[in-house]
């Protein structure tokens, strides 16, 4: 269950970050395809499509706070190791 916990924590957290780039890769490339289109007429771009910077959303910090949790619950702290010390089985 432990190499479960490591395995999934990684790959939440790795995808939390995957999906954050794909997001603001996206609004960059459609923020630049208006530009483009407003620039081939000939205007000014208007502000509206100058802002590009936007918020990440929840679901990136929820899946990355997840699997940190989940990663940091595959590794056993040393009680788990020690909970036994003491009781060995006489046969």
């Known amino acids: 269950m432990n190499n479960i916990n490591k395995i999934l ?4 957290m790795l995808g939390s ?7 603001r890769i996206s609004i960059r490339v459609s923020v630049a395809i208006v530009e ?5 007429g000939g205007t000014n771009v208007p502000p509206f499509a100058q802002t590009n910077e936007h918020p990440t959303g929840l679901l990136v910090y929820f ?3 997840v699997g940190f ?3 940091v619950a595959g590794f ?6 020690n909970r036994n010390h003491g009781h060995s089985k006489e046969v």
């Open 63 to 65: 899946m990355f706070f």
């Open 17 to 23: 970050v995957f999906i954050s780039t794909m997001e």
């Open 69 to 71: 949790i989940l990663l």
């Open 76 to 81: 056993p702290g040393s009680y788990k190791k």
């Open 36 to 40: 483009a289109g407003y620039a081939s």
């Open 9 to 12: 924590g990684v790959v939440l």
